[in-house]
C-alpha cells in the first residue's frame, strides 16, 4: 500500500505544489490522480519515489517511510512509466525493455527472454523486438514503456500520463489493453491523468485534486458520479453523471432480452420468415448488425449492413445495454453472450423499467 500522511509540498518561493495531502492507494489496485492544471497531482505522485521530496509529512510503502530508504533502491522496486514512452532512441525494442534488468546484473539471455514476454504482454510480437523506437508508432512505443517499466517485476507502478500523446482511438486501445493487463498482474498502480472520463475508466478509485494542491475527494468511480463531495468535484466530473454512472452498475438477469431472427451473408431474403429488420450473424452467430430485408433484393449482401449500432454484452453494464439500444437502427440493442454469440437484444424502455425496479426496491429495504 502507498500510503501518505499530511503530506505538504512548499517551494522556496512559498508556493504550495501540495497541501496536507492524506489518502491510501490500496495494494493490487489502481489509483488515478485527476485534476486541473497545476493542481500538484503529479509533484504528489513523484514524491513516492523521491524524485520530488516532501516539506512535510510522510509518504510511505507497505508502511515503511519512503525517506529511510535509499532512493536508488527506492526506484529499483517502483516501475514508472512516462508520456511519449522515454525510450532509448539507439537501442531496439527488446533491449530497451531489457535495460534495467541488465543493468542489475541480470543476464543478457535471461534479461531479453523476459523482455520478449513483456512485449507479448502488452500486445506485441516478436516482428517488434528488433526495431528502434523510430520504426513503433506511439502507441506502439508506449506499449514498449510499459513493457520496460514491468521488467523487474516491481510491485509499485507510477504513470504520468501514459496515454495522452496519441489519437483517440489509439488511446482507447491502449486503455483497454492496460485494462486487461492489469487485471493480470495485479500491480499496485498510481496514475496521473487530467482526463476525468480516463480517470473514471481505469481507476479502482480515483482521486481528485483542487488548485491549490488540496484534495477534494477520493473515492470509486461510481461514487464518484453518484455522490460528488461539493460543487468543485461536480463540476469537475462534468454533466451526464446519471447515464455514465450506469457504466458500473452490471447488467443481470433480470433485464429481459428478446429473441431476434437472424440471417448470414448470402441467405435468401424470401427465405426468411420474420420481422423486416433481422440479425446478420457470422459463421459462429457473433452479430454483425442489421440489415432491413425490404432493401435487399436476391440475397443478402454485406453491403446492406447496418452497423451503426453498438452490441452489449451480456456481462457488461447498464450503459452498454442502453447504449446499444439507443444506436441500434431498430431500437432493439444486440446482446452478445460468452465467444460473443448472440442472445437476444433489449429496448431502452426495458433498461429503464429495469433501473426504476431496482430503484424502487432500494427504497423499499
Known amino acids: 500500500m502507498i500510503t ?40 504528489s505522485m513523484r514524491m513516492i519515489n523521491r524524485l520530488i521530496d516532501p516539506t512535510e509529512g510522510v509518504v510511505s510503502l507497505d508502511g515503511q517511510d519512503t525517506r529511510s530508504v535509499d532512493a536508488i533502491d527506492l526506484r529499483r522496486k517502483i516501475g514508472y512509466v512516462i508520456q511519449s514512452a522515454g525510450l532509448f532512441p539507439h537501442r531496439t525494442v527488446v533491449d530497451n525493455v531489457a535495460a534495467l534488468p541488465r543493468l542489475l546484473g541480470a543476464g543478457k539471455k535471461e534479461a531479453r527472454s523476459r523482455a520478449l514476454e513483456l512485449l507479448a504482454k502488452v500486445g506485441l510480437d516478436e516482428r517488434y523486438a528488433r526495431r528502434y523506437p523510430y520504426q513503433l508508432s506511439g502507441g506502439q512505443q508506449q506499449r514498449v514503456g510499459v513493457a520496460r517499466a514491468l521488467a523487474t517485476d516491481p510491485p509499485f507502478l507510477l504513470m504520468d500520463e501514459p496515454f495522452s500523446a496519441v489519437d483517440p482511438v489509439v488511446r482507447t486501445q491502449l486503455q483497454d489493453s492496460f485494462l486487461q493487463l492489469q487485471r493480470d498482474i495485479g500491480k499496485t498502480i498510481v496514475m496521473v491523468t487530467h482526463d476525468i472520463d480516463e480517470a473514471l475508466k481505469l481507476g479502482d478509485q480515483v482521486a481528485v485534486f483542487r488548485e491549490g494542491g488540496t484534495l477534494a475527494q477520493v473515492a470509486t468511480p461510481a461514487e464518484l458520479l453518484a455522490h460528488p463531495a461539493d460543487a468543485f468535484v461536480a463540476d469537475f466530473v462534468g454533466a ?48 454483425l448488425g442489421w440489415v432491413d430485408l425490404r432493401a435487399a433484393r436476391d440475397v443478402v449482401e454485406e453491403r446492406q449492413i447496418d452497423f451503426s449500432g453498438t452490441v452489449a454484452r451480456a456481462d457488461g453494464s447498464l450503459r452498454d445495454l442502453l447504449d446499444a439500444a439507443l444506436s441500434s437502427p431498430t ?12 442472445r437476444g437484444s433489449v ?19
Open 4 to 43: 501518505f500522511e499530511h503530506v505538504s509540498k512548499v517551494y522556496p518561493d512559498g508556493t504550495h505544489a501540495v497541501h496536507d495531502l492524506t489518502f491510501d492507494a490500496p495494494n493490487g489496485r489502481l489509483t488515478v490522480l485527476v485534476g486541473p492544471s497545476g493542481c500538484g497531482k503529479t509533484t
Open 240 to 287: 451526464s453523471r446519471g447515464y455514465r454512472a450506469l457504466g458500473f452498475v452490471e447488467a443481470t438477469a433480470t433485464v429481459e432480452l428478446a429473441d431476434e431472427v437472424t440471417v448470414r451473408v448470402g441467405a435468401r431474403p424470401a427465405d426468411v420468415v420474420g420481422d423486416a429488420w433481422c440479425v446478420v450473424v457470422d459463421d459462429a452467430d457473433a452479430p
Open 331 to 342: 431500437g432493439r440493442g444486440l446482446v452478445a453472450g460468452p465467444g460473443g454469440r448472440l
Open 347 to 365: 429496448t431502452a424502455d426495458e433498461v429503464l423499467r429495469h433501473i426504476a425496479r431496482e430503484r424502487e426496491a432500494g427504497v423499499a429495504s
